[in-house]
């Protein structure tokens, strides 16, 4: 069966995807990339040693970012009762 | 002692649950399918309810209580773990997303095990499926209402025994009566009480600590390894978190009781709402409890059982009201996530073994009986086994959920869109995943630095393709099943 909404449901699957190592990307990066360093020798954004906060706070919000613009550009309504839709 | 600030905002709490309860009896009695109604709430959920009854059902007393107290003691770097977790509000959604959605209505599936029923015609999968879920989730519930007891016992001074039944008698009630739809709707209330009690403790927190700059300070001078991402000790190595990635991050698509619920809502927009809504109500609730736990060591040091720090904490740092309905939210942590066992665990007795291999032909009024039955027995010998309960809550909660992982993600992921996946691929990946897991658990726990379920997941993987693969012919002539 080639539903048309397959399509698109495979699409979107593999965008999920691709978000998980977008998100292990920013979340090891920032925290092993600037964590590794002797502690006591921290730089500090907002109060937070650097890497907690490039990792975990602002890595968080960039990712909710993103999930909001990839799913109003990317994401399809589709009906989910049809047998075949339409087009 | 008895702390009535506490008593009485969560006695408001559990009249709002009943009476959500009440009106979900009168939908499942007057609805036209009773199955899909007690077992899935008719399919109805919006954006909102869905994405909070994902992360309410996910997110239990664990994340509320173990994850703090483990935080206390290891530091940022626990937090920077719990963030592993993000994924949990939009990978299952987008991974399974529409195709399972689309075939669960084609089909009118009511359970996990249904699709693979459907999908690869097998009776051995029906029977290890409905076998692995009963043992592991019967486990993680026990673990569950044994943990919302203690809370009950250390909150309110009532002797255990009391706790339990309290506890037992208001999840009982109105799941029995509710179904799918009183808990769905009761996880929306519970979700949103931990989002809120997050917010609230951690502000308060911040506050009695002096700011951020005074609790990070007093955290350096006490142990500079507090603030790194490798724990006290140095033991948290990037390796082994990372696979935490797979435990409590994408693996989470492998667990019964969060894929049913991508086969139960309304329609395309209510899933991309509850991407947005869930990730953020996960990303707030992870990131703030975790961190909550490490700034609660210059608050109230000296602390030395790590499940009373969240507790404790919430009592010194919170006016008693506000305080109340702080400690309602571990409470809604763990009864959103027993509600949603308790109906998964009935579902499959019901439809998947009741249904399938002893009353093919049930009408509809012995399944209604059946349902409510089924629902209660389990919920009572619960009770009778948590009334003697193990230790180690968390490594209870963690062995159920890596197991269920090993055993699901494949057969669900790979039937889903591999086309060649077959029946004997998905049982000797179901077997071996199981295998492996207790083996490494037991033998060789968290092997080469990486966390236990990691080698299952790749072997099962690996296990699911060749064995596919080889016996393609033995299958090549029959349809696929899924576009029937």
């Known amino acids: ?87 | 002692m008895i702390h009535w600030q506490v008593i009485i905002p969560l006695l408001l709490f559990l009249v709002v649950i009943f009476m959500i309860g009440i009106w979900a009896n009168k939908k499942v009695r007057t609805s036209e399918s009773f199955l899909q109604e007690y077992f899935l709430g008719g399919r109805e959920m919006g954006g909102f309810i869905l994405a909070m009854t994902m992360i309410a059902t996910y997110g239990s007393a664990s994340s509320f209580i173990g994850g703090p107290g483990v935080a206390y003691t290891k530091g940022l770097g626990w937090v920077l773990l719990a963030m592993a977790q993000l994924p949990a509000g939009y990978f299952v959604l987008m991974v399974l997303g529409k195709k399972f959605a689309i075939i669960a209505r084609k089909f009118q599936t009511i359970t996990l095990i249904d699709f693979l029923r459907i999908r690869y015609k097998s009776d051995v999968i029906v029977i290890v499926s409905a076998i692995a879920i009963i043992v592991f989730l019967f486990s993680s519930m026990m673990a569950q209402w044994v943990g919302g007891a203690r809370l009950i016992e250390s909150l309110t001074g009532l002797t255990y025994p009391v706790a339990l039944f309290i506890f037992a008698a208001s999840v009982l009630i109105y799941v029995v009566i509710g179904g799918f739809r009183a808990v769905a709707l009761t996880d929306a209330v519970q979700g949103s009480i931990m989002v809120i009690g997050t917010i609230i403790l951690l502000i308060g927190t911040i506050i009695a600590g002096g700011g951020i700059d005074a609790i990070m300070a007093a955290l350096v001078a006490e142990n500079p390894n507090y603030v790194s991402p490798f724990g006290a000790e140095g033991e948290l190595t990037p390796l082994y978190v990372s696979t935490f990635w797979i435990l409590i991050g994408v693996g989470v698509v492998g667990l019964p009781q969060i894929a049913v619920r991508a086969m139960s809502y309304k329609n395309a927009k209510s899933m991309h709402r509850a991407i947005l809504i869930g990730t953020i109500a996960i990303g707030t609730i992870m990131f703030g409890m975790h961190l909550i736990g490490v700034l609660a060591r210059p608050v109230m040091p000296g602390i030395e059982i790590g499940d009373k720090v969240m507790p404790l904490l919430t009592l010194e740092v919170l006016p008693p009201v506000v305080a109340g309905l702080v400690l309602a939210a571990p409470m809604a942590a763990t009864m959103s996530t027993v509600n949603a066992l308790l109906i998964l665990v009935s579902s499959t007795v019901v439809k998947d073994i009741y249904l399938n291999y002893i009353k093919p032909g049930a009408s509809d009024a012995q399944i209604k009986k059946a349902s409510f039955i089924v629902t209660t027995v389990i919920g009572l010998a619960v009770v009778v086994f948590a009334l003697r309960p193990p230790d180690l809550i968390v490594w209870l909660n963690l062995f159920a959920f890596g197991g269920l992982e090993a055993v699901f993600i494949w057969s669900v992921v790979l039937g889903l869109y591999w086309q060649k996946a077959n029946r004997y691929g998905a049982i000797a990946s179901m077997f071996t995943g199981m295998t492996m897991y207790i083996v490494i658990d037991v033998f060789a726990k968290n092997a080469f630095g990486m966390h236990s379920v990691t080698l299952p997941i790749i072997g099962s993987l690996l296990v699911f393709v060749i064995v596919s693969v080889i016996t393609h012919h033995k299958v090549a002539h029959e349809p696929n099943w899924l576009d029937q």
């Open chain 1, 1 to 87: 069966m080639n539903d048309k909404r397959f399509k698109i449901a495979n699409r979107e699957a593999w965008i999920g995807v691709l978000l998980v190592m977008i998100n292990f990307a920013i979340w090891f990066g920032f925290a092993y990339g600037l964590g590794s360093g002797d502690p006591t020798e921290y730089t500090y954004v907002l109060g937070f040693p650097a890497w907690f906060f490039y990792s975990c706070i602002a890595g968080t919000i960039f990712m909710i970012v993103l999930l909001y613009v990839v799913i109003k550009v990317f994401f399809k309504d589709v009906p989910f009762d049809e047998e075949e839709p339409k087009s």
